[in-house]
């Protein structure tokens, strides 16, 4: 057949393809694996989880770290995922192009150790030609050079046919990342057709244009690169597996970019709406479209995963999205504040696939209108200072905007650095980003100081890593504070000065400081915001103190402390026991915060939601989505709300579900946990129901009282609440007592009639001060004596100036304003040494003013003869200084200053 016949059945081909939704994608990808024997599961949060490698969640394998490095054991050897993912490293360019974009979901099925190459790339074929319905003629795979294993797969087993097989070096088809597992990739390619492509001859796989698109690539994790260069096999082999949603829904879809899939292209569209703009008719226009649709699903994604706007980290990318979007709007026409009306499209769009989007609703839109709030608000005095940053730099024939400048704007205005860095490129400007950087330095290395150093997959690397993976404890303490248990790992551990090592070790002896990991334990491990349990560890040999427990590498329960007595031995059966006292005033504290997160909702709202928590056996911290101060009556409506339910003496009761179960029945589940298939929901009848692994009394009448202490603001848009329970309410209470009483004691009264006598003795010193100031301006007045002999014409304006010792700066005031009444037009400076200190208060009339007179200029040009500086306005200015010496030589200079005044202002 002619190359014209081949391209003619293809394009019949394209045209009866089924031109499925993204939506229908997703489903059909996650079904046809899980059809393979994979278990599904949903998609991880954008928030790393105990991975401080990363900032936000960028690929398919990045949550499943854990897994391929066998820090933790798999829920099933096979498994497939949609991930929502967000990468932010060419933000400069998205907009510019239709390729880029932050948000992509990747599609991937994964293997740990146990399918290889032939079934993870027939699947892959099967799933785009048989399920999906691509022309198998135009799809290409690519190997690595010198993986031949690879190419009889893709030959023998599959069928494709040599030539339609490309090879590729280690830059296009080798995945390694430092030292750790590494391997080759089979990539499969799909051409879109010639009207995508650049039209040169030689046109094909590896092209820059973009006729063959990459839709799928597999990695073979098959070797261990020591760093050096040596490679060996790995034990266990691996398929990491990733396939960009949007990128497989244009090839189905036939349309020219990410921009053009259905989801997207009804964001698109409702951006053109509001902006009253059509799209592909002008660059500049479609610049400002593509930035603000593609931002704002960023925006929606990463608030439902509880990322707040903030000047650090994940906050700090969330805050530029927004920000950015937000001035694309303006630039588009659009007035108001719109990007709440653009997410709702986003959550209408996707909430198929991710339910959590609508559960999150009101939440996502709160925040997002606060933030454009915060925005609108300084976005136009920043503008105008940078169009004057502009003019300054043109004036001086200058292209580069100050670093210290750029970090003006964005100390003052809200305007992150790639932000003033846009606006100035759109002029043919740049801005010195060294000097910006080094404004920022301070901030820089709190940073880098709080960062952690990392290990090839960037977990924390500690101890408990050399661990068998396969060991792990089973908690049994939710009904019980005692158990038998044995020792399945003994670790040591540094001390605070770091003396000693970290090292698994067979014994622990008296006096060592470790940890004893137990294959059953009622010991809680801190998590989900409540602080662990403490208590001891006794052997047949020995005793050990637990000061702190531990949730450690792959599920197990490290119980960290001392050795008091004696010697652990590995596989010693032991008996665990937990501080009873802490452990149920813990529990109060952790079954108030249930009662406390509904009471939030009930008085203030549903866009509350639980952001933090912290539960000892001291009290309860919360950290909840609020935009304002609570007010006194909304904290007492809150308190009142819980103390009632405590009251009713609700009975506390858990069940184990699923997770689709648990959300069906209403439970609420809390931003940024990791959740497995089954879940514990903790209900406190019709009142209260939450995903939650903690620990909790058995009805609320155990809690007996419930007070708030405190409520304060940690970040934008986040209230803190701390408040006590039980036995601390009424500890809380005798102290409050105690110190009335003493304070009652010092007034000479009863507590009963405290608060009259402070308003008794507020009143007496409110007439006593005005009496002392009366006094002191008596006494200031009769100092200055008569200075009528004094006044000085200095030019056309009256002049006096003089030194008055002994008088503040109230005091000068007043003398000043007497001075002026009787000397008629002219301005006063007068001078007084104060405590080692001097003062200096000068003042002017409006006839002196016209005349050139300026009180603040004078001030400033003899401040620094007394060692001090100051200014102020025309007719009012005052100063202090440190050199009571310099008050002669500073009179004398104001009289010269005057001058200089009136003999410009006559000219």
Same mark, same amino acid.
């Given at each position: 057949?002619?190359?014209?016949?081949r391209?003619?059945v293809?394009?019949?081909?394209?045209?009866d393809?089924?031109?499925?939704?993204v939506?229908?994608?997703?489903?059909?990808?996650?079904?046809?694996?899980?059809?393979?024997?994979?278990?599904?599961?949903?998609s991880? @949060?954008?928030?790393?989880?105990?991975?401080?490698?990363?900032?936000?969640i960028?690929?398919?394998?990045a949550p499943?770290?854990?897994?391929?490095?066998?820090?933790?054991?798999?829920?099933?050897?096979?498994?497939?995922t949609?991930?929502?993912?967000?990468?932010t490293g060419d933000l400069?360019?998205v907009g510019k192009t239709?390729?880029?974009?932050? /948000?992509f979901?990747m599609?991937g099925?994964?293997?740990?150790g146990?399918?290889?190459?032939?079934e993870?790339?027939?699947w892959a074929?099967?799933f785009l030609?048989?399920t999906?319905g691509?022309?198998?003629d135009r799809l290409y #795979?690519?190997?690595?050079?010198?993986?031949?294993e690879?190419?009889e797969v893709?030959?023998k087993?599959i069928?494709v046919?040599?030539?339609r097989?490309?090879r590729?070096g280690k830059?296009?088809?080798f995945?390694?990342h430092g030292?750790?597992?590494?391997g080759?990739c089979?990539?499969?390619?799909?051409?879109?057709?010639?009207?995508?492509?650049c039209?040169?001859?030689?046109?094909?796989v590896?092209?820059d244009c973009?006729?063959y698109m990459?839709?799928w690539?597999v990695v !073979?994790s098959q070797f261990?690169?020591?760093?050096?260069g040596n490679?060996?096999?790995?034990?266990?082999?691996n398929i990491?597996t990733?396939?960009?949603?949007?990128r497989l829904?244009v090839?189905v879809?036939?349309?020219?970019s990410i921009?053009d899939?259905?989801?997207?292209?009804s964001?698109?569209?409702?951006v053109?709406r509001?902006?009253?703009?059509?799209y592909?008719?002008?660059y500049k226009?479609?610049v400002?479209?593509?930035?603000?649709?593609?931002?704002?699903?960023?925006?929606?994604?990463?608030?439902?995963?509880?990322?707040? #706007?903030?000047?650090e980290?994940?906050?700090y990318?969330?805050?530029?999205?927004?920000?950015r979007?937000?001035?694309?709007?303006?630039m588009?026409?659009i007035?108001?504040k !719109?990007?709440?009306k653009?997410a709702?499209?986003v959550?209408?769009?996707?909430k198929?696939?991710?339910?959590?989007?609508?559960e999150?609703r009101?939440?996502?839109?709160?925040?997002?209108r606060?933030?454009?709030?915060? /925005?609108?608000r300084?976005?136009d005095?920043?503008? @105008?200072i940078?169009?004057?940053m502009?003019?300054?730099?043109?004036?001086?024939?200058?292209?580069?905007?100050p670093?210290?400048?750029?970090f003006?704007?964005?100390d003052?205005?809200?305007?992150?650095?790639?932000?003033?860095?846009?606006?100035?490129?759109?002029?043919?400007?740049?801005v010195?980003?060294?000097?910006?950087?080094a404004?920022m330095?301070e901030?820089?290395?709190r940073a880098r100081?709080?960062?952690?150093?990392?290990?090839?997959?960037?977990a924390?690397?500690?101890?408990?890593?050399?661990l068998?993976?396969?060991?792990?404890?089973e908690?049994?303490?939710?009904?019980?504070?005692?158990?038998?248990?044995?020792?399945?790992?003994?670790v040591?551990?540094?001390?605070?000065e770091?003396?000693?090592?970290?090292?698994?070790?067979?014994?622990?002896?008296d006096?060592?400081r470790?940890?004893?990991?137990t294959?059953?334990t009622p010991f809680?491990?801190t998590m +989900?915001?409540q602080?662990?349990?403490?208590?001891v560890?006794?052997?047949k040999d020995?005793?050990?103190e637990?000061?702190?427990?531990?949730?450690?590498? +792959?599920?197990k329960i490290?119980?960290i402390g001392v050795?008091?007595r004696?010697?652990f031995?590995?596989?010693?059966?032991?008996?665990?026991k937990?501080?009873g006292?802490?452990?149920?005033?813990?529990?109060?504290?952790?079954?108030?915060?249930h009662?406390?997160?509904?009471?939030?909702?009930?008085?203030?709202?549903?866009?509350v939601?639980?952001?933090g928590s912290y539960q000892?056996?001291e009290k309860t911290? /919360?950290? !909840?989505?609020?935009?304002e101060a609570m007010? #006194?009556?909304?904290?007492?409506?809150?308190e009142?709300?819980?103390?009632?339910?405590?009251a009713?003496?609700? #009975?506390v009761?858990?069940?184990?579900?699923?997770v689709?179960?648990?959300?069906?029945t209403?439970?609420?589940?809390?931003f940024?946990?990791?959740?497995?298939?089954m879940?514990?929901v903790?209900?406190?009848?019709?009142?209260?129901?939450? !995903?939650?692994g903690?620990?909790?009394?058995?009805?609320?009448?155990?809690?007996r009282?419930?007070?708030i202490?405190s409520?304060s603001?940690?970040?934008?848009?986040?209230?803190?609440?701390?408040?006590?329970t039980?036995?601390?309410?009424l500890?809380?209470y005798a102290?409050?007592?105690n110190?009335l009483?003493?304070?009652?004691?010092?007034?000479?009264?009863?507590p009963?009639?405290l608060?009259e006598?402070?308003?008794?003795?507020?009143e007496?010193?409110?007439a006593?001060k005005?009496?002392?100031e009366?006094?002191?301006s008596k006494?200031?007045?009769?100092a200055?004596?008569?200075?009528?002999?004094?006044?000085?014409?200095?030019?056309p304006?009256k002049?006096?100036?003089?030194?008055?010792d002994g008088?503040?700066?109230?005091?000068l005031?007043?003398l000043?304003?007497?001075?002026?009444a009787k000397?008629?037009?002219?301005?006063?400076?007068?001078l007084?040494?104060?405590g080692g200190?001097?003062?200096?208060?000068a003042?002017?009339?409006?006839?002196a003013?016209?005349m050139?007179?300026?009180?603040g200029?004078?001030?400033? +040009?003899i401040?620094?003869?007394?060692?001090?500086?100051g200014g102020g306005r025309p007719?009012?200015?005052?100063?202090?200084?440190k050199?009571?010496?310099?008050?002669?030589?500073?009179?004398?200079?104001?009289?010269?200053v005057?001058?200089d005044?009136v003999s410009?202002?006559?000219?």
């Amino acid at each position: 057949m002619c190359f014209k016949g081949r391209e003619a059945v293809r394009e019949r081909n394209r045209l009866d393809m089924k031109k499925y939704g993204v939506n229908d994608l997703r489903r059909m990808f996650l079904e046809f694996f899980e059809s393979k024997g994979h278990l599904k599961m949903k998609s991880f @949060s954008l928030v790393p989880h105990n991975d401080n490698s990363l900032l936000i969640i960028n690929s398919g394998m990045a949550p499943l770290k854990p897994y391929f490095t066998g820090q933790e054991v798999p829920p099933r050897t096979r498994v497939t995922t949609c991930q929502k993912c967000i990468r932010t490293g060419d933000l400069e360019n998205v907009g510019k192009t239709a390729r880029h974009g932050t /948000f992509f979901e990747m599609l991937g099925n994964f293997s740990f150790g146990d399918y290889f190459k032939s079934e993870a790339l027939a699947w892959a074929w099967e799933f785009l030609t048989e399920t999906v319905g691509l022309d198998k003629d135009r799809l290409y #795979p690519s190997i690595y050079l010198d993986d031949e294993e690879a190419f009889e797969v893709w030959t023998k087993e599959i069928g494709v046919a040599p030539e339609r097989i490309f090879r590729f070096g280690k830059e296009d088809n080798f995945w390694e990342h430092g030292t750790g597992p590494c391997g080759p990739c089979s990539e499969i390619y799909y051409d879109r057709g010639e009207k995508y492509g650049c039209g040169k001859p030689d046109c094909t796989v590896g092209c820059d244009c973009d006729r063959y698109m990459e839709v799928w690539n597999v990695v !073979f994790s098959q070797f261990d690169n020591d760093g050096h260069g040596n490679y060996t096999d790995l034990v266990q082999k691996n398929i990491d597996t990733g396939m960009g949603l949007e990128r497989l829904a244009v090839a189905v879809q036939d349309v020219d970019s990410i921009f053009d899939v259905d989801t997207i292209e009804s964001l698109r569209s409702e951006v053109c709406r509001m902006g009253g703009v059509e799209y592909e008719k002008d660059y500049k226009t479609d610049v400002s479209i593509r930035i603000i649709t593609d931002h704002i699903r960023s925006t929606t994604f990463m608030i439902s995963d509880g990322i707040l #706007p903030s000047n650090e980290g994940r906050g700090y990318v969330l805050r530029r999205l927004i920000r950015r979007a937000a001035r694309h709007g303006r630039m588009l026409g659009i007035q108001d504040k !719109f990007l709440s009306k653009l997410a709702e499209t986003v959550i209408e769009g996707s909430k198929d696939g991710y339910p959590e989007l609508e559960e999150k609703r009101d939440f996502i839109l709160n925040v997002i209108r606060q933030e454009e709030n915060k /925005f609108a608000r300084t976005i136009d005095a920043g503008l @105008s200072i940078l169009t004057d940053m502009e003019e300054d730099l043109s004036k001086k024939g200058l292209k580069e905007l100050p670093g210290s400048e750029a970090f003006r704007l964005y100390d003052t205005y809200g305007f992150p650095l790639d932000l003033t860095r846009e606006i100035l490129e759109e002029k043919g400007l740049s801005v010195d980003e060294k000097g910006y950087a080094a404004a920022m330095k301070e901030q820089s290395e709190r940073a880098r100081a709080a960062r952690n150093t990392s290990n090839f997959m960037g977990a924390a690397a500690t101890v408990y890593e050399e661990l068998d993976p396969a060991l792990n404890s089973e908690f049994v303490g939710y009904d019980r504070i005692e158990a038998q248990g044995k020792i399945v790992a003994l670790v040591t551990l540094q001390n605070a000065e770091g003396e000693g090592e970290n090292a698994v070790v067979e014994a622990l002896t008296d006096g060592s400081r470790g940890a004893i990991i137990t294959d059953e334990t009622p010991f809680y491990g801190t998590m +989900g915001g409540q602080e662990g349990d403490t208590g001891v560890i006794e052997g047949k040999d020995g005793s050990f103190e637990v000061k702190s427990t531990e949730h450690v590498a +792959g599920g197990k329960i490290a119980h960290i402390g001392v050795v008091t007595r004696g010697m652990f031995r590995m596989q010693d059966v032991v008996t665990l026991k937990v501080n009873g006292e802490q452990r149920r005033a813990t529990c109060r504290n952790h079954s108030a915060t249930h009662l406390l997160h509904r009471a939030l909702r009930d008085v203030l709202g549903t866009h509350v939601e639980q952001s933090g928590s912290y539960q000892d056996a001291e009290k309860t911290r /919360f950290d !909840f989505s609020h935009f304002e101060a609570m007010k #006194p009556e909304e904290i007492a409506a809150v308190e009142k709300e819980v103390n009632d339910e405590i009251a009713a003496d609700l #009975p506390v009761v858990t069940e184990i579900m699923t997770v689709d179960e648990a959300k069906k029945t209403g439970a609420i589940a809390l931003f940024g946990e990791k959740y497995g298939e089954m879940v514990r929901v903790v209900e406190m009848e019709d009142f209260s129901k939450e !995903f939650c692994g903690g620990t909790h009394v058995k009805n609320t009448g155990d809690i007996r009282f419930f007070k708030i202490i405190s409520e304060s603001g940690i970040a934008a848009g986040v209230r803190r609440i701390e408040a006590i329970t039980g036995a601390n309410v009424l500890k809380y209470y005798a102290e409050v007592e105690n110190e009335l009483r003493a304070a009652a004691q010092v007034a000479k009264t009863t507590p009963k009639t405290l608060a009259e006598k402070i308003s008794h003795l507020q009143e007496e010193i409110k007439a006593l001060k005005s009496e002392n100031e009366s006094l002191k301006s008596k006494a200031a007045s009769e100092a200055l004596g008569d200075v009528s002999g004094q006044i000085k014409e200095i030019g056309p304006v009256k002049f006096i100036g003089t030194r008055v010792d002994g008088v503040d700066m109230n005091g000068l005031r007043d003398l000043s304003d007497k001075l002026k009444a009787k000397m008629g037009e002219g301005l006063v400076v007068i001078l007084s040494e104060n405590g080692g200190k001097v003062n200096i208060v000068a003042s002017a009339t409006e006839g002196a003013i016209k005349m050139g007179a300026h009180a603040g200029n004078l001030i400033k +040009g003899i401040a620094s003869l007394v060692g001090g500086g100051g200014g102020g306005r025309p007719n009012m200015a005052q100063a202090g200084g440190k050199n009571p010496a310099g008050i002669a030589d500073a009179l004398k200079k104001a009289e010269q200053v005057l001058s200089d005044q009136v003999s410009v202002g006559a000219k």
